[in-house]
């Protein structure tokens, strides 16, 4: 079975809020996260890493937040656009290179 | 052009009938992925090739997929005897410096009628 999933299918935000999507895995062995975005007709787009010897990371209006103590991870985007909507996907490594998808969160962004 | 490339978009098949897809990686990438996404689903692992190396097929659902990648580049996943099941996105990705920088196609949907 799939070791990575997602709390809720789907997330609407109105626009200029904050969005926090979140993310649960069960492999205590998986050393390596990824979100990625994936907009209808396209594969995913990377949008941030981390690596499970942090607990945060910023990007661009993104950050990531790791809690190795309940598995679970979380994606907040800032200031959320139009052009945040889409599918978003949280990934773990626990082999050298083999990901594990969860089934993916709709953002809808309300104007 | 400079992104994974992936053909046809969009296939429809008969069951039984046998399909080929073909994924175009990024010029100098050693690493190339193929995964599906069936609908409302994540993304499924199908196989890996590294350079050289042997693939991992741990992820082929059966014996009716197979793949395979030309002097390191071109990759073609081929199904055979398609059933209804194996309707899905079929994405390649293909990466220089490990999986977090992987680039996806946007994907073959295989439809199997």
């Known amino acids: 079975g799939e070791s990575v999933g997602l709390h809720l299918p789907t997330l609407s935000v109105q626009e200029g809020d904050n969005s926090i999507i979140n993310c649960a895995y069960s492999n205590s062995a998986s050393d390596y996260f990824i979100w990625y975005k994936q907009e209808s007709g396209k594969g995913p787009q990377f949008i941030i890493d981390i690596r499970s010897n942090m607990d945060k990371r910023q990007g661009q209006r993104v950050t990531v937040l790791l809690n190795k103590t309940v598995k679970h991870l979380s994606l907040q985007i800032a200031a959320t656009q139009p052009g945040d909507s889409a599918v978003y996907f949280c990934?773990?490594?626990?082999?050298?290179?083999?990901?594990?998808f969860g089934a993916g969160t709709t953002v809808t962004v309300r104007a | 052009g400079a992104g994974v490339s992936q053909s046809p978009s969009n296939k429809v098949t008969e069951k039984g009938k046998d399909v080929e897809l073909r994924c175009d990686p990024i010029?100098?990438?050693?690493?190339l992925y193929w995964y599906r996404q069936s609908l409302g689903q994540g993304l499924e692992f199908l196989i890996y090739f590294q350079g050289n190396s042997a693939p991992d097929k741990s992820g082929l659902p059966s014996d009716r997929f197979s793949a395979e990648r030309t002097g390191g580049s071109v990759s073609t996943l081929t199904i055979q005897r398609t059933q209804q099941e194996d309707s899905a996105v079929y994405l390649c990705?293909?990466?220089?410096?490990?999986?977090?920088?992987?680039?996806f196609g946007q994907g073959t949907r295989l439809t199997v009628v």
């Open positions: 010029s100098g990438h050693t690493a």
């Open positions: 990705a293909s990466s220089s410096s490990g999986v977090s920088e992987a680039f």
């Open positions: 990934a773990e490594n626990s082999d050298d290179y083999k990901l594990s």
